[in-house]
């Protein structure tokens, strides 16, 4: 009778999946693919807080704003170690913020209007735009830029992903059979162009790819 059981260990960035037993019979023991990756565990942030001055005395000015964020199982949604989730993805935490004073220029929060595609070249660029809210008074100081572009460097400000076709497991025969025909699969992973697995929503933007199956013969 086969034995499973679910897929518990925790994924770093090296994990390209691993193997859990299944018992077919009490002479053999066969092997079945169990993939996980770290995709299965992402950050989640909290609502900013208020805008804690820097001179607590004053009324408007430059501050500090704070924020919780939780490292999550994808599938349990519950809280688990930070070691799990991907620190290079993880969201800012504190942010400075300003309570803007009287007669000075306010503007949006930044939108991104153009982003960076695939594949990524310097010639093209990310957009970020925002408008102006308040104009300033005539002692104010003017308004900030309202336009910021970034080139699409590889690797830093544009990534480009690919699937990796890892190597084929065992073969899985019917329940209760000792040879015969079987099916094996092969796990794939989405890469990110600087060699990081992500999830593999990534490389569906791109091109679709699945699991394959073959036949053989024991």
């Not at 942030?45 to 199982?73: F, H, I």
Request: aromatic share 8%; with cysteine; net charge negative.
């Amino acid at each position: 009778m086969k034995s499973v059981s679910r897929c518990s260990r925790a994924s770093s960035e090296s994990d390209l999946g691993y193997f859990y037993p299944v018992v077919i019979s009490d002479r053999e023991i066969q092997k079945d693919e169990c993939h996980i990756i770290c995709a299965d565990f992402h950050w989640l942030a909290g609502g900013w807080t208020k805008c804690y001055l820097d001179d607590e005395e004053a009324e408007c000015g430059n501050g500090v704003q704070y924020r919780s964020v939780q490292c999550l199982d994808k599938w349990t949604e519950q809280e688990v170690n930070d070691s799990k989730c991907d620190p290079l993805l993880k969201p800012a935490s504190v942010s400075p913020c300003r309570l803007h004073c009287p007669g000075e220029c306010v503007v949006s929060p930044w939108i991104i209007t153009q982003k960076c595609t695939e594949p990524c070249s310097e010639n093209n660029y990310q957009e970020m735009r925002r408008t102006i809210l308040r104009q300033p008074n005539s002692t104010a100081d003017p308004c900030p830029s309202l336009i910021s572009r970034t080139p699409c460097v590889l690797n830093k400000t544009c990534f480009e992903h690919y699937f990796v076709e890892q190597p084929w497991g065992s073969c899985i025969l019917e329940e209760g059979a000792l040879c015969g025909e079987g099916v094996k699969k092969t796990p794939v992973q989405c890469l990110r162009s600087d060699g990081r697995q992500v999830d593999a929503v990534q490389c569906e933007k791109v091109r679709f790819f699945s699991l394959q199956d073959r036949i053989v013969f024991l």
